[in-house]
């Protein structure tokens, strides 16, 4: 939609130019940028939905307010376009938070919904692999007496609504007898819940986007013979593989992205930023652009701007890289010159 100051082709040429738009279009994404540097964003770690760490990031946390105790375990989540997944963690104020919404972007930056993580579940899949998830709670029996049964017999009863990241791992859950009790230091856990139902494809983005999986918990009876309350695992077996985690390595992966869009104005300057998941141990790197034509190259620390006055240059693309030491491309985008 046109606003009212933009330039329309009734238009006269006028002191304003008319090039609000392109202005917002070439630096909407470096506008972003510049307020994760501010005291306004937070730096908190991200992680994979099997709790395996990406490394730090920068995100504007909002609904820190809340008005209603509900409210105060979610939290919406902004970031870099790309970056979010629903089932992913993120680790902040010392808490594991669930992305559990559909990430969204608005052209500029990207916006996900977290709930707070509560407990964390522990269980073993078929093969004996033990599996840990950070879980967000709700109840689903909130008007429950908390007992069940007749004259004869009385057994406790609750049950639980459970969110965990949807991944393969987190599949097998699903039947299984799990602890779910607050204990304290040094006592073992004696509640014990049947996982009774799946709800596994309410809540599937797809691929690209992440999903969670959706459980009941039912309340069950310990049993002393094949609960290990030492390890907090229900029905414990042996497990057939290893379950140690494999090693680190020597050199652990650090994720590299370009941010600043794919597009330069001709005749006008532009600024693409460089930002490294482990800002710690951030490697020495060098900016290269690969181009048929002359861009102009101003460089800041992990910022470079680039300028492109050859008329003949719109319409083409041209590379842009980050390299370390050894010339090894760490990260690369292309962008097209428009007129």
């Not at 940028?33 to 490394?55: H, P, Q, R, W, Y």
């Not at 919404?101 to 500029?108: C, E, K, L, Q, S």
């Not at 492109?308 to 090894?328: G, H, M, P, R, Y």
Request: proline letters at 4%; hydrophobic letters at 35%.
């Amino acid at each position: 939609m046109q606003e009212w100051y933009l330039i329309t082709p009734e238009t006269r040429p006028n002191i304003t130019g008319g090039f609000e738009n392109d202005a917002f279009l070439d630096y909407k994404e470096d506008a972003f940028a510049e307020a994760l540097s501010t005291d306004i964003a937070k730096t908190v770690i991200l992680c994979n939905s099997d709790m395996t760490e990406i490394g730090e990031i920068r995100v504007i946390i909002m609904d820190n307010l809340a008005n209603t105790q509900l409210k105060s375990m979610e939290r919406s989540v902004f970031a870099v376009i790309g970056t979010l997944k629903a089932g992913m963690y993120i680790k902040f104020e010392n808490q594991y938070w669930l992305i559990s919404g559909y990430p969204g972007n608005n052209g500029v930056c990207e916006k996900a919904t977290a709930i707070l993580c509560q407990y964390e579940l522990i269980w073993q899949d078929d093969d004996g692999k033990i599996i840990r998830r950070w879980a967000n709670f709700t109840s689903a029996s909130k008007y429950d007496n908390g007992r069940s049964g007749n004259s004869t017999i009385i057994l406790t009863s609750n049950n639980f609504t459970i969110w965990i990241p949807e991944d393969d791992d987190g599949t097998t859950l699903d039947g299984r007898r799990v602890f779910i009790d607050r204990v304290k230091t040094g006592q073992l856990p004696t509640k014990v819940f049947e996982i009774t139902r799946s709800d596994d494809v309410l809540y599937l983005f797809g691929k690209d986007h992440g999903g969670i999986l959706s459980f009941i918990a039912d309340k069950d009876e310990l049993n002393k013979v094949t609960d290990r309350q030492d390890l907090w695992i229900c029905n414990y077996k042996s497990p057939t593989t290893p379950t140690l985690p494999p090693p680190e390595p020597d050199n652990p992966t650090t994720s590299v992205t370009i941010t600043g869009g794919d597009t330069l104005r001709y005749g006008r300057a532009k600024t693409w930023t460089v930002t490294f998941s482990d800002s710690e141990n951030q490697p020495n790197f060098t900016w290269n652009v690969k181009s048929n034509f002359k861009i102009t190259q101003n460089i800041t620390g992990n910022k470079i701007q680039l300028k492109c006055t050859d008329d003949k240059a719109i319409d083409c693309t041209f590379t842009l890289q980050v390299l370390d030491n050894e010339s090894n491309i760490l990260s690369e985008t292309t962008i097209t010159i428009v007129g």
